[in-house]
């Protein structure tokens, strides 16, 4: 079975400040696992995303994550928010594996940045 | 890049009226469209899945004869929510297969009252 935890569902941080934002999954698979973000009415979009080659993923506007099989764990981060950077992001992760196909959405986190 | 247009994005309904929402992949054919829902404080969960010219494979618990889904064209997927009630009230995005990656659409939030 797949399965996305995101283990908060908001985190508050202030601007320059490192963020963090916690994702555990559980699939029967070798998973594809991504981060997509979402701006207050718009379309999800991509941040970064895992296909079993480099564990250190980088993406989009300064945001890496680093899969971890032993911990289950696809945990986002950033040295240094931005305020643009308040949104809900979303973990996910595709139960086909490399191939494209179904995805297991987490419950989102709502971070906020503070000026 | 690849966009999915959605309309509408948000939509306030009677109970008991039909709401049509529309996907439109632009520059790019859209075979596979997936059609998810998100109540307030969930995740989204995937309704449907949708291929052009043939009929949606509904996921479990999803009543294909309330959310009608057509899929006519490449680049044209909709979902019909048919005689919709307060509970149907809920975020609905749909999705499509682009090259190796996915493209959403901005979403539309359906209010039933």
């Known amino acids: 079975a797949q399965s996305v935890t995101q283990l908060d569902s908001h985190v508050s941080v202030s601007e320059g400040t490192p963020v963090l934002l916690r994702c555990n999954y559980s699939?029967?698979?070798?998973?594809?696992l991504f981060w997509y973000v979402q701006h207050p009415n718009k379309g999800l979009q991509l941040l970064l995303k895992y296909t079993s080659a480099a564990t250190l993923v980088k993406g989009i506007n300064g945001f890496e994550a680093e899969f971890k099989k032993s911990e289950t764990s696809f945990h986002l981060t950033k040295p240094s928010a931005h305020m643009s950077d308040a949104a809900e992001y979303f973990c996910v992760v595709s139960v086909e594996g490399s191939t494209l196909g179904r995805l297991y959405f987490g419950r989102g986190t709502q971070l906020t940045v503070w000026p | 890049g690849a966009v999915v247009s959605q309309h509408p994005s948000w939509v306030i309904c009677k109970s008991g009226t039909s709401v049509k929402i529309e996907c439109r992949s632009l520059?790019?054919?859209?075979?596979?469209m997936f059609w998810y829902r998100q109540f307030p404080k969930q995740s989204l969960m995937l309704m449907a899945t949708?291929?052009?010219?043939?009929?949606?494979?509904?996921e479990q618990g999803v009543e294909k004869d309330k959310f009608l889904i057509n899929h006519a064209s490449l680049t044209l997927s909709t979902l019909t929510v048919t005689s919709a009630h307060p509970e149907d009230s809920s975020f609905y995005i749909c999705s499509a297969i682009q090259g190796y990656g996915y493209t959403f659409g901005s979403g539309t939030r359906l209010t039933v009252v």
């Open positions: 520059d790019f054919q859209a075979t596979t």
């Open positions: 949708s291929n052009e010219g043939s009929k949606a494979t509904y």
């Open positions: 699939s029967s698979y070798s998973p594809s």
